[in-house]
């Protein structure tokens, strides 16, 4: 089946800072890949959805400014926090789809951030 | 209104029992994919089986299938011989179109498998 790795798998950072994670598709070719959160217990919340090449469209509610998505390649996306606050602590998954007409998305392992 | 509803928070189930979590989904598009993910306390999304809204048979995928009554809107996952590994929370989530981007999740069953 398709692979996707992110990393780091988890991160503390201090109140302020920017923290970067890496999300890439290792055997096929993302053409659209996915941001989802997910707090405890709680279920995925969508958060942004970025094709390769193009500017991500974000989710109602979800600060674009704030969670920085850049999709270089279709093997290579990243979410960017920036200014990081206590409550951007959370599981954060990314997840890409095969082509246009995938109708799967395959799910990283996620990066627990816990910011400090 | 909610895409996808899960009204069981918790379940458990005896070892190498068969067990039922359900899944209902609320669409207007004749064109749907329902799925189900497995997510294990590491955080890992595992995609278990999938049913497409034109489907006509249950999709099976090994120890899983899935009960598709459409008329009823309810997808729901049958684990038959449950083991201890299968403890974890389950996921049902829907796509809207066969090109849809956006995946609606329910809020999660958790199993738990007892010995």
């Known amino acids: 089946g398709a692979v996707v790795s992110q990393h780091p798998s988890w991160v503390i950072c201090k109140s302020g800072t920017s923290v970067k994670i890496e999300c890439r598709s290792l055997?096929?070719?993302?053409?659209?890949m996915f941001w989802y959160r997910q707090f405890p217990k709680q279920s995925l919340m969508l958060m942004a959805t970025s094709n390769e090449g193009s500017k991500a469209t974000y989710e109602q509610g979800v600060e674009k400014d704030k969670f920085l998505i850049n999709h270089a390649s279709l093997t290579l996306s990243t979410l960017t926090v920036t200014s990081a606050h206590p409550e951007d602590s959370s599981f954060y998954i990314c997840s890409g789809r095969l082509g246009n007409l995938g109708y799967e998305q395959y799910f990283g392992p996620g990066t627990r951030l816990t910011v400090t | 209104a909610q895409k996808i509803t899960q009204t069981q928070p918790g379940m458990f189930v005896q070892e190498k029992e068969a067990v039922t979590l359900d899944c209902t989904y609320d669409t207007s598009d004749q064109s749907y994919g329902l799925f189900w993910y497995k997510q294990p306390s590491s955080g890992e999304m595992i995609f278990l089986i999938y049913?497409?809204?034109?489907?006509?048979q249950n999709a099976t995928e090994g120890r899983y299938s899935l009960n598709f009554q459409k008329a009823r809107k309810s997808a729901n996952l049958v684990i038959s011989a449950s083991q201890l590994g299968d403890s974890a929370m389950y996921f049902c989530a829907m796509r809207e179109g066969y090109t849809g981007n956006q995946f609606y999740f329910g809020t999660g069953t958790s199993l738990t498998v007892i010995p």
């Open positions: 055997d096929f070719q993302a053409t659209t």
């Open positions: 049913q497409g809204s034109y489907d006509e």
